[in-house]
Structures are given as structure tokens and as C-alpha cells.
């Protein structure tokens, strides 16, 4: 067998793999040309050779029950067999390891999101393979005397089979890395208001918080007067949003807006006290930690009035305006999304 750079002959296991990257509708043709700040994550755009890659790796997909594939698993990493007895099949493996060989060598990568696949990039240097073709397909010897680039030598191998034995119903799906949890299974954290509001980080999916993001939230939603209102629970989470659950944090400027039913959240403890006789209002904890984040807080006066309040009544940190209506106006006249909460 010859022995080849590792960098090079990781292509070859990964030559069924590319369409991890590809969407539903046949290898996301239009998705691979985005760059930063489309809702992607990191990529490379199409080059000259791309169209006629894809072909090669959507034929390999359409046609993998007649691919067949056996692995080995060794002390340090495994030794595969990708083989098909259809002459076309096989002339297509061959075909997809020389395109992604170039593709190495020039180098134009290929986008990668999956998290097991993106980690083996980053180990290239600890792989040793050696390979040769077959009449039918390519063998494969692949070790590392690293344990833990081992082990995802192993996990990568067993996906491949999966790829493999599933074809595009497999492909459309993200592969963990061995020991370590998902992002979006390792639980909520609060990076900005503790206790209240968790997200889950999840720094490589669509979408990404933007910076310089205004956010106006219209609340109405009532709640039990010895409770937390579950609107404002919903703003925390905004801001926790944009401070922590993309890649980076964002910058955002958030407004509530408290009228109709919500227009009692935000009274100080005494008239809280007074209207509905409990031990103090249960918001306001939260709205003082939404304050101190930044967050523009507004009863309506005409609200407020009409239940016979005063600005005298409401928490000193919740400014009074004239009404729900002109501030949500003047709030959307300065550039704020709209996003109404109510029951």
C-alpha cells in the first residue's frame, strides 16, 4: 500500500460525508455561495469545480444501497472497505477522492458543519493513513497514536457506514463529538440575567443576534397577582438572547411597553401591596435586573389612570408615558421591531 499525506487521505473517508454539509433540497446549492452575516455559519464560497463535484457526490447519495462498506476497528483507529460491484458506482468513489484530493491540495475547502467532522479538521497532523484503490473501491488504514484522535477516527468511520447504509436520510443530520454533549443538550445558562430568562448557546446555527438590533415589546399579558408575570419572564430571555446564546454577543435595545392587563406588573411594593394584598410585587426583582441590563421600561398613563393609579404608584425605574399607542408609534418611527406578548 502506498503511504500518502494524512491531510490528503482524510478525504478519502470523508468522500461520502461532504453532503453533511447540503440541505433538503438536494446539496444546498444556494446555501454554499452565502458568506458572514447571512444566517450561515463559516464557509467558502462556489468555485469553478463546484457544480461539477456536486454531481459526483449527489450520484454517490442517490445510488449508496449499492455501495457496500466494512469496518475494522483497531487499537489505534480502523481499517475500512468502501466497495461497490457496480462499475459507475465505483468509477464515482474514485472520482469524488480525486476531486476532494485537489480540492486539498489547492487548497478550496469545502464547508463543514457538522461538529464531528469539523473536529477531525482540526487533527489532521495526528492521523496516519495509508490506502489503495481496489477494482472495486478504495481500502483504507487509519490511526493515530493520540487516543482521543483515535476515538474520532472511530466515531467518524461508524458515521460513514451510516452514510453509507442511509444515505440522505443521514446526511441531513449533525454527528456529536465522542464525550462531548451538544450545545444545545448541555443546558440553559444566563449570561446576563441570572436566574431568569435561559437560553441555550447555540454558536453555529442559523440566524445569528445582530448587533444593533432594536426590539420594542408590547406586554398586555396579565399574571396572579402573588406570581411572576410570564411576559417579562419572555424579555429576560431577549436580553439573554443577544448576550450570549449566538457566537458572540450582540448589542440590542430593547423597550417594554406595559398596558391593559400587564399595566399592574409594575407598581412599587406599596401600591402593589395596597391592590391586591400580598407580601409585595413579585416583578419587580426582575425589572430591576432588566433595568440595570439596559432595558427602557414604559407604563401607559392612560392605563395607568384608568385604573386608578398614578405615576406616583409605579416602580421608580418604569418610566410614565402618555399612552401604549404613542409609544409603541414613536418606538417603530425610530427603527424598534414590534413584538406584542399578551395572553
Known sequence: MAAISSRVVLLVLLSLVWCSSVDAQGFGRGRMGRGPGQGQGPGHGQDDQHEVDM????????????????????????????????????????????????????????????????????????????????????????????????GLIKAHAKVVSLFVERGFAEAHKNHPVPGRQPAEQSGKTFPKINGH???????NAAQQPRSGSKIAVDITQSSEPDQLNLAIEKAARFVNLYAGAGKEPATVEIALVFHGDATLAVLNDDAYKSTYQTEGNPNLELLRDLHHAGVQMYVCGQSL???????ADVAV?????????????????????????GN
Open 305 to 311: 389612570q384608568g385604573k386608578g393609579k398614578s405615576a
Open 197 to 203: 430568562g435561559g437560553v441555550f448557546n447555540l454558536s
Open 55 to 150: 454531481e459526483v457526490f449527489h450520484y454517490l447519495l442517490e445510488n449508496h444501497q449499492k455501495i457496500r462498506r466494512t469496518v475494522k476497528e483497531l487499537d489505534n483507529g480502523v481499517e475500512t472497505l468502501t466497495e461497490s460491484d457496480v462499475p459507475s458506482v465505483a468509477a464515482h468513489i474514485k472520482t469524488h477522492v480525486e476531486q476532494m484530493t485537489v480540492r486539498l491540495e489547492k487548497p478550496s475547502p469545502i464547508r463543514m458543519r457538522d461538529p464531528l467532522f469539523a473536529e477531525i479538521f482540526q487533527h489532521t497532523k495526528k492521523i496516519k493513513i495509508e490506502h489503495e484503490d481496489t477494482p472495486k473501491g478504495v481500502k483504507v488504514i487509519e490511526t493515530s497514536d493520540d487516543p482521543y484522535v483515535a
Open 317 to 341: 425605574f418604569v418610566d410614565t408615558a402618555v399612552s401604549a399607542l404613542t409609544t409603541n408609534v414613536n418606538l417603530q418611527s425610530d427603527g424598534y421591531t414590534y413584538i406584542p406578548l
